[in-house]
């Protein structure tokens, strides 16, 4: 169990049997009564946010959560099929659990699945991956002044704003945290 003492940002609790992450604590001690602690939570399962006061020395549960590494193998219509790096189980993960994280899963991705209760919660990319441009408009030689860019299509069929000089072909790197251009993938 954690106090109030323990509150911290990141800090993954369980209320009612839901977790949640907490975004903002505050602190406050007022000049008559005890002290408290105003939260911001983030529900994991739902992504609700919500506002919490705790009283001073209150207690609340720990989360089961486990995190465990995984390949993505493939997907069927709204359903995403991850392998257990460690037991070689498949778990199959549903559109609504990867929060848009879909746009960047190619195979044999490795990924950080966050599981509560042996349920999956949320997924974690990689912070960069490398993919290739299928579709994007060539460039205009001599308009480079501006440094402008255009929409390219990616083999995930994401699609990114990326420098004009990038042409169909190219393998870029891309912030799977931004959803943006970093640079060509080096070969």
Known sequence: MYTTTD???GLKIEIDGEPFIM????HVKPGKGGAFVRTKLKSLTSGNVLDRTFKAGDKVDK??????QMQYLY???DEYFFMDSSSYDQHLIERQHLGGTEDFLQENLQVT???HNGRPLTLELPNFVELEVIKTDPGVKGDTASGGTK???LETQAIIQVPLFIN??????VDT?????????KD
Do not use: M, N
């Open 151 to 153: 929409p390219a299509t």
């Open 7 to 9: 509150f911290r940002r």
């Open 168 to 173: 169909e072909g190219d393998r870029i790197r």
């Open 63 to 68: 989360p089961d959560l486990e995190e465990k």
């Open 177 to 185: 945290r931004t959803r943006q251009y970093v640079e060509r993938a």
């Open 113 to 115: 699945v966050l599981f």
């Open 23 to 26: 975004l903002e604590f505050q």
């Open 75 to 77: 997907s069927q219509a």
